[in-house]
């Protein structure tokens, strides 16, 4: 990484498909994202203050806007993508289905 270069911001991936878990994980940390992934939101340690949340569509909700997300990116049940703002805090559903690169694209 060059020394001007940010780093990437903290990513926390909730998923309960594990292969798809691992898969976006693996491929952001090697982008340089540093990830914290897990299946349920009990798992959690901490609320993810400044961080960017990326959660599967049955675990979406505006709520993460108040537990500190700067950005929220939802793994769509559906093939519709869509943009909103909940409390400031930008929300984006990516496709089903759609792979890591449009994932970070997102990001």
């Known amino acids: 990484m060059e020394q001007n270069q940010q780093p990437e911001p903290h990513v926390l991936l909730l998923d309960l498909d ?3 878990r691992k898969q976006f994980a ?3 940390r090697g982008r340089g994202f540093k990830i914290s992934a897990m299946s349920y939101i009990a798992e959690i340690e901490r609320w993810p203050m400044g961080q960017i949340v990326v959660v599967d569509a049955a ?3 505006p709520w993460w806007t108040e537990v500190g997300a700067v950005r929220v990116v939802i793994l769509s049940a559906t093939s ?3 943009s909103r703002v909940y409390n ?3 929300c984006t559903w990516i496709p089903h289905g759609a792979g890591p690169d449009v994932l970070i ?3």
Request: glycine share 6%; charged share 30%; proline share 6%.
């Open 18 to 20: 594990t292969r798809r």
């Open 26 to 28: 693996s491929v952001l």
């Open 59 to 61: 675990r979406f909700t």
């Open 80 to 82: 519709v993508e869509e």
């Open 88 to 90: 400031g805090v930008p």
């Open 105 to 107: 694209a997102a990001l």
